[in-house]
Every structure is written in C-alpha cells, then in structure tokens.
C-alpha cells in the first residue's frame, strides 16, 4: 500500500470526513534534503472534519499526527491544512 493510501484510510478511520485531499509532492522537493528517493517522502492533506470545529489550531494538527502513528517517521514532510 502506498503511503497516500495509507494516510487516507488512518485519517478517514479517525475522523468523520467531511473533505479529504492527500496530494503527494515529494516530486516538487526531488534531490532536496528529506528526499528518500521513493517518491513519497512530502506529502500536503486537506482535511475538513467534524471534530475539528471545537479544536484549536494546535489540537487539530496534534489530533492527526496522533491518527498517523507510526506513519509519522516514514514521512519527511507533512503539510496540514485542516478545518
């Protein structure tokens, strides 16, 4: 399983999805420092979610490195727009 699907079936188990978008951009950082060479090293979410309206900031994106577990440290970059 690639890490993009990876990431959308943690984060749609842990949240009630309203919109999600995983776009990996490891190929716009290729030959830059974090850059494994597998192509799935840089990654952005969108993600809109019903918990999150009753959450700061901090909490939200603490909530989805808590979803991603171990993910976390197979990723070198992981941008996070969340509502």
Not at 9 to 19: D, E, H, P, R, T
Not at 40 to 50: G, I, P
Not at 61 to 78: D, F, M
């Amino acid at each position: 399983m690639s890490k993009e699907a990876e990431i959308r079936a943690k984060l749609n188990s842990a949240f009630a999805v309203q919109y999600l978008e995983v776009i990996n951009e490891s190929s716009q950082h290729a030959g830059h420092s974090g850059d494994d060479g597998t192509g799935e090293s840089h990654f952005r979410v969108r993600l809109k979610a019903e918990e999150f309206a009753a959450m700061t900031r901090v909490a939200r994106h603490r909530a989805v490195q808590k979803a991603l577990g171990s993910l976390n440290t197979e990723i070198h970059a992981l941008a996070l727009e969340l509502s």
